[in-house]
């Protein structure tokens, strides 16, 4: 509003524009109308706030018009307040586990608005059934019956979708939501990261049994009290090993029964697979080898199914747009995904776009298209009201408008910045109780401002209906449920007429009846066959291996004829520490001062080692810094360059990671920390050989201007060049 003064003046002052007022509506019918200009007649407007009575000119066609009301002069009602009931908090008794917790989630507030969306599930369902909307063909408007697509259910804040959400799917009402960041709260994306946290811990029972109930594997419950049971029970892992099975990925894995069997196999592999494949390859698989969007398609109701095969898409785009895809690994992946469900819904993904997946044959998606025209009609639209800004229905259903009083921040940014100005004239940070005289006028400005726009917001969502408006909200908490600075105590105070819900009546049986039946109706996705018969016939065979436990038997085989002596985890931490701390303390070009050795204390507290550890590791470290021989390539800054771990890249894009490289007159010195020198021509030193070699190609490559050399330093102050 203030930009349009501002751009009224100037445009009177520069251009000498006339300015006319038209507060004429074709859209709205004349209840709609009549009942805005009541509320905003009804001075309770800011002194601030421009209104004029506005009219319509809209005119209902008369052929084929019904003979209600409703139809020659539209409707705008208020639904009851839903009432709020206290929940009273039983004392436990007993231990712990004698009653289940309730959820503390579910608070007064939550219960409300998903009671408020039956209602308005009811109320839509009874639009269904009794009234006609106006439509347009070949320039001629005529009377059809009312579909899903003709409402808008507007909201102002987003905090209790879910709720409305849910009532609408219990209803048989499909939707179009713009909740954001819903993506990672659906059951089928938990099932997914259940089933990725089990590849990673497959001891965690909670996961596990989610994803065997899951339509990964389909469990039925007993099966899962079956698999239960034999927790605990002990079962031979070889000739000489009996062991007991202390959870149910024991249990699973030495079960006799086929389907049990199955469902171990395929976990097996995957958990292989998930220690060397990138998180997005693996889930490809996943999806492939499990038929996972099918088996989700056959457990989801007609109403869901695109949209859970949207998730499942999208779930696999996250994954590959992670960190490139390729980088992390899966605990990573994991760690990421849950400190993203933490965060703001603004910040997490969103579910997966519907338009996609809405084709009848769901395994055929042209992401270039659109949604069809007959599946847009099936689903009513759940917006917040900035986002309908220039939308318009003919119903509007007002969700949460008891809770839409305008309250004055407490606390933020206060900002003086006219339309007309280049730059704000003041701008600072405030609570209550900070303002000063000057700022307190400011801050009552920008707070007049904003009570401004929440009128202005409420007349945005009432101008949206054509023909119908329904304004509906849950009681607040003062004594008579209203609060009369809302939109609804407004509305009420207005004289709007309040609705008698008990001429809704309950959801039909036969809309019960029929969502029954169209979640098992059969479907056929034809498009998921492969055409080409060898890759056809290779694809079988690697499930026929998997479940027969063939590929489990060969990859065991495998890694046992190629099992080679594994270094001590002891001496390979012992090694990761000396080399940081020789990186720590070894100067190089961009730091040629280095701090003094750290004392025990400190290294026991950076590295997380004991003291006699730490005595070791400053030993050693002292005899490579002290030898003589070592100094000129690590201490006595006769170099011309040098570098500690560095980094360089072949032409194929491998990566080599040099311990230090140092440039002197005639030659590159690259240098790898080693805790001791194995004897010449032994597998070890012939595998530093091939290890040096390569960095020893790829800087020649690089660094043509000077032969290299390669060196060992080991921690006993030895070098030895490796040729």
């Known amino acids: 509003p203030r930009l349009f003064t501002s751009a009224k003046q100037f445009l009177e002052s520069t251009m000498q524009a006339q300015y006319l007022e038209k507060n004429t509506t074709r859209r709205n019918a004349d209840a709609i109308n009549k009942a805005v200009n009541s509320i905003f007649l009804a001075q309770s407007l800011p002194l601030t706030y421009q209104f004029s009575e506005q009219s319509t000119d809209w005119k209902p066609p008369l ?100 709720q409305f959400e849910r009532a609408l799917r219990e209803a048989g009402l499909a939707y179009d939501s713009s909740r954001l960041g819903g993506l990672l709260n659906t059951l089928e994306i938990d099932d997914l990261i259940a089933l990725l946290t089990v590849l990673v811990s497959p001891r965690h029972d909670l996961p596990l049994a989610q994803v065997l109930r899951s339509p990964i594997f389909s469990f039925t419950e007993q099966q899962m009290q079956e698999l239960s049971s034999h927790v605990g029970d002990s079962y031979s892992q070889s000739q000489a090993q009996t062991q007991a099975k202390s959870s149910w990925w024991d249990a699973l894995q030495s079960s006799s029964v086929a389907e049990v069997q199955k469902a171990a196999r395929y976990l097996e592999r995957w958990r292989g697979l998930g220690e060397v494949l990138p998180v997005h390859d693996l889930l490809d698989l996943i999806y492939q080898e499990s038929n996972l969007r099918v088996s989700y398609a056959v457990a989801s109701q007609n109403l869901a199914r695109a949209q859970v095969l949207a998730n499942l898409d999208a779930f696999l785009e996250l994954a590959l747009n992670q960190d490139g895809g390729r980088y992390p690994s899966l605990s990573r992946f994991i760690e990421q995904i849950n400190a993203m469900r933490r965060g703001d819904d603004d910040e997490t993904p969103d579910e997966g776009d519907v338009e996609a997946e809405a084709d009848d044959d769901i395994g055929e998606v042209d992401l270039d298209s659109e949604m069809s025209e007959e599946d847009r009609h099936k689903r009513v639209r759940l917006m917040t009201i900035h986002g309908a800004k220039g939308l318009e229905a003919p119903f509007v259903i007002m969700l949460d408008a008891n809770h839409t009083e305008w309250k004055a921040p407490h606390r933020g940014v206060l900002m003086d910045w006219s339309p007309d100005e280049a730059s704000p004239s003041h701008l600072s940070l405030y609570t209550a109780k900070s303002l000063t005289e000057k700022r307190a006028a400011i801050y009552e400005k920008e707070n007049e401002v904003s009570q401004n726009e929440n009128w202005n917001v409420l007349y945005v969502a009432m101008t949206r209906a054509q023909q119908g408006l329904w304004i509906s909200g849950v009681q607040s908490h003062i004594k008579d449920g209203i609060n009369q600075k809302s939109w609804y105590g407004r509305a009420l105070a207005a004289g709007m007429e309040t609705m008698d819900v008990t001429q809704l009546g309950e959801l039909p049986l036969q809309e019960d009846e029929k969502r029954d039946a169209s979640s098992s109706e059969p479907f056929q996705i034809n498009h998921f066959q492969l055409s080409w018969d060898a890759a056809k016939q290779s694809h079988q065979e690697t499930i026929a291996n998997i479940e027969s436990g063939a590929l489990v038997i060969a990859a065991k085989a495998k890694e046992q004829a190629q099992v080679v002596e594994q270094p001590d985890p002891e001496i390979l931490e012992e090694g990761t520490h000396f080399h940081k701390l020789l990186e720590f303390l070894i100067p190089d070009s961009n730091s040629q001062i280095k701090p003094p050795m750290p004392s025990e204390h400190e290294l026991m507290n950076w590295l997380g080692i004991d003291q006699e550890q730490a005595k070791k590791l400053t030993e050693r470290v002292q005899i490579v810094m002290n030898a003589p021989n070592l100094k000129p390539y690590l201490t006595e800054n006769q170099w011309t360059q040098a570098w500690n771990e560095l980094d ?43 290890q040096l070699g390569a960095y020893k190609e790829e800087l020649s490559r690089i660094r043509q201007d000077k032969p290299n050399k390669a060196f060992l330093i080991s921690a006993q102050g030895k070098i030895k060049e490796v040729v």
């Open 63 to 162: 052929e084929g018009i019904a003979k209600q009301e409703f139809a020659a002069k539209g409707e705008a009602m208020l639904l009851p307040l839903i009432e709020r009931t206290e929940q009273d908090q039983t004392e436990r008794t007993g231990s712990a586990l004698d009653n289940p917790i309730e959820d503390s989630a579910l608070t007064v507030g939550v219960q409300q608005r998903y009671w408020e969306g039956q209602q308005v599930s009811r109320l839509i369902h009874h639009v269904l059934a009794t009234r006609q909307v106006i439509d347009k063909k070949d320039g001629k408007e005529y009377w059809r019956p009312a579909r899903a697509s003709d409402f808008i259910l507007l909201v102002k804040r987003r905090a209790y979708l879910p």
């Open 648 to 690: 360089i890249v072949s032409k194929e894009g491998k990566s080599y990671r040099m311990d230090r490289l140092v440039e002197f007159e005639d030659h590159l010195a690259i240098i790898d920390y080693k805790l001791t020198i194995p004897e010449e021509g032994s597998p070890a030193y012939e595998k530093y050989r091939a």
